[in-house]
């Protein structure tokens, strides 16, 4: 059964602090892997997808890596802003049921001014 | 460019009436997930459906849930004589093909009294 874990629980940070939030999953037979963002009552914004072959991707400010073979993933933000502040779910799709995404708890990232 | 659409945003229900919550996919996409984030918890996966078709659905409950994706019309979560527990925010996601990327809905929050 697929677990996956992220760290840490909660962070705060000053404005334009360069941070870094780490996820782990148990099985490694992965799809691939994709970070979100979810702000207080609201749904879920994709960031980044990560396939299963591939070690990082870029966007803007945000960098994620892979390395599936020690299920680790790292996203990386780059001079952090107050409108950063979110909540980060990291979710693997793959194993046996190739469709499902399996979340972790989520990391609470405050940046203030 | 619609993305996914999900209605009602709030539903407040009486313990023992019915829920029924609707998901409209991407243009294009035949693959539905719906997920639940009970308060304080992560968000689990319940069921994965292709068009007419259930995939997988493990992360349901076993009584009271039952879910569905007609050829024609939204994908539609019912849930029968619904209980405090079910108190949650339903999440729908869609995607083009089962393992490719999920993009979500903006959640229906259900709250029962």
Same mark, same amino acid.
């Given at each position: 059964k697929q677990e996956v874990t992220q760290i840490p629980a909660a962070l705060s940070v000053p404005e334009g602090e360069n941070l870094v939030l780490n996820c782990s999953f148990?099985? !490694? %037979?992965?799809y691939n892997l994709q970070w979100f963002r979810q702000d207080p009552g609201k749904g879920l914004t994709s960031l980044l997808l990560i396939q299963s072959s591939q070690r990082e991707q870029t966007s803007g400010r945000l960098n994620a890596s892979l390395d599936k073979s020690s299920g680790r993933s790292t996203l990386y933000i780059a %001079? !952090?802003?107050?409108?950063? !502040?979110a909540t980060y779910l990291c979710a693997v799709k793959g194993g046996t049921s190739y469709g499902k995404l399996t979340f972790g708890q989520g990391t609470i990232l405050t940046v203030h001014p | 460019n619609a993305g996914v659409m999900q209605n009602p945003r709030h539903l407040v229900r009486r313990r023992g009436q019915e829920a029924r919550l609707r998901c409209s996919p991407v243009k294009g996409h035949s693959h539905v997930y719906w997920y639940r984030q009970l308060p304080e918890e992560g968000l689990k996966f319940m069921v994965y459906l292709q068009k007419e078709n259930i995939? /997988? *659905?493990? #992360?349901?409950?076993? *009584?009271?849930f039952s879910a569905e994706f007609p050829k024609e019309g939204p994908s539609i979560l019912r849930i029968q004589?619904?209980?405090? #527990? /079910?108190s949650a925010a339903y999440f729908c996601a869609s995607s083009h093909k089962g393992y490719y990327e999920q993009y979500f809905g903006p959640g229906t929050r259900l709250t029962v009294t």
């Open positions: 148990t099985d !490694s %037979a992965i %001079a !952090s802003q107050p409108g950063d !502040s | 995939i /997988d *659905e493990s #992360g349901m409950p076993k *009584e009271r004589q619904v209980v405090r #527990g /079910d």
